[in-house]
């Protein structure tokens, strides 16, 4: 009898599973030290106007703005970063980098140190440009720190290089 072969994944460290917060969240398969990799947010890849030409669903985007007005859709050709929940203390958070070829990349990695089993958070700081009211937006992240809203304080506005345009999950 042959074994089912292993998928190999790009997010080796991420398992999927439901979310003790919201849906379906994303948690540590391993201890991992503050600063380590967790993998690229993948997906198909969209210009501001491509955005703004099509109809979303609000309730399910998986639409992460970069810094150069371009926005990467993980609902196609994603991987597990997508899954990470949004919390206002966030054990994670989204980096945007470039690699040789001049590509912005967004990766994702830990802020802190988690362990075995934790659910990872990244802070979505929408910005709540879709016209949505901020009710959308409510957050029950329940960290003493809550802000009660997944959209960004008005001051990361202004330095924050990422937003998600409607991640609303
Ligand atoms: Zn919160």
């Given at each position: 009898m042959s074994k089912p072969r292993k998928r190999i994944s790009s997010t080796p460290c991420i398992r999927v599973a439901p979310s003790g917060i919201h849906g379906i969240g994303a948690f540590a398969t391993r201890d991992l030290p503050a600063q380590a990799f967790l993998g690229l947010y993948e997906g198909r890849r969209y210009t501001q106007a491509e955005v703004d030409a099509r109809a979303w669903d609000d309730q399910l985007t998986y639409l992460f703005g970069l810094s150069n007005d371009e926005f990467i859709d993980?609902?196609?050709?994603?991987?597990?970063?997508?899954?990470l929940n949004h919390s206002c203390e966030p054990n994670c958070e989204a980096v945007e980098e470039y690699d040789e070829a001049g590509r912005l990349l967004l990766k994702f990695q830990t802020l802190v140190a988690v362990s075995a089993g934790d659910e990872l958070f990244i802070d979505y700081s929408l910005t709540g440009d879709d016209g949505s009211p901020p009710s959308a937006y409510l957050c029950r992240c329940g960290s003493p720190a809550c802000r009660g809203s997944m959209l960004a304080p008005a001051a990361s506005l202004?330095?924050?290089?990422l937003r998600l345009a409607t991640d609303v999950r």
């Amino acid at each position: 009898m042959s074994k089912p072969r292993k998928r190999i994944s790009s997010t080796p460290c991420i398992r999927v599973a439901p979310s003790g917060i919201h849906g379906i969240g994303a948690f540590a398969t391993r201890d991992l030290p503050a600063q380590a990799f967790l993998g690229l947010y993948e997906g198909r890849r969209y210009t501001q106007a491509e955005v703004d030409a099509r109809a979303w669903d609000d309730q399910l985007t998986y639409l992460f703005g970069l810094s150069n007005d371009e926005f990467i859709d993980g609902a196609k050709g994603g991987n597990g970063t997508r899954h990470l929940n949004h919390s206002c203390e966030p054990n994670c958070e989204a980096v945007e980098e470039y690699d040789e070829a001049g590509r912005l990349l967004l990766k994702f990695q830990t802020l802190v140190a988690v362990s075995a089993g934790d659910e990872l958070f990244i802070d979505y700081s929408l910005t709540g440009d879709d016209g949505s009211p901020p009710s959308a937006y409510l957050c029950r992240c329940g960290s003493p720190a809550c802000r009660g809203s997944m959209l960004a304080p008005a001051a990361s506005l202004e330095q924050g290089p990422l937003r998600l345009a409607t991640d609303v999950r």
